[in-house]
């Protein structure tokens, strides 16, 4: 007579990046969803703009497509063996700062998922848009303010 045995239960540590990360999404869906409720239908986030949109070449082998909040992004074979090594690593091995990062991302993204963008179809006020091109154009004229005095101007030193 077999006998069924149980899997021995992993800890955190031993857990890979796309393993917390899949429980974590699991996680604060239903957390999230019991608070606002689930929309009827999900549909796929600048869908329609993803499929219109021409590559967009980026650096490192990766591609953009599509415009919007949402995109894209396309891998080489290089990418997709570096990104499988990432959620391979052992969630053990994870910076404090980097498993922060990593639940703020799923929680942002659930929550637009399950709320929406809070400033979809919002516009930019004139002033804004103004001081923000002004910013581009001295940065690409290579007129930036170092990091120290930004942090200085904000009294974050």
């Known amino acids: 007579m077999a006998t069924e045995t149980t899997p021995t239960p992993k800890t955190t540590g031993e857990l890979t ?16 969803g019991g608070i606002v409720g689930y929309p009827d239908e999900k549909p796929e986030p600048c869908q329609d703009a993803v499929a219109a949109a021409e590559p967009e070449a980026v650096p ?8 919007g909040s949402r995109v894209q992004i396309v891998l080489d074979e290089a990418g997709k063996a570096a990104v499988a090594a990432n959620m391979a690593r052992k969630v053990r091995d994870l910076e404090v700062d980097e498993l922060e990062w990593w639940v703020y ?3 942002d993204e659930v929550g637009e998922e399950l709320i929406g963008d809070p400033d979809e179809g919002l516009e ?5 848009a103004a001081g923000l091109e002004q910013s581009i154009a001295e940065a690409a004229a290579g ?3 170092p990091a120290e005095e930004v942090y200085r101007r904000l009294g974050l030193d």
């Open 17 to 32: 990046l796309a393993e917390l990360l899949t429980l974590l999404r699991e996680t604060v869906t239903e957390a999230l």
């Open 60 to 67: 490192n082998g990766f591609q953009r497509v599509g415009t």
């Open 105 to 107: 991302y799923i929680v």
């Open 124 to 128: 930019f006020k004139e002033e804004f």
């Open 143 to 145: 007129n930036t303010i």
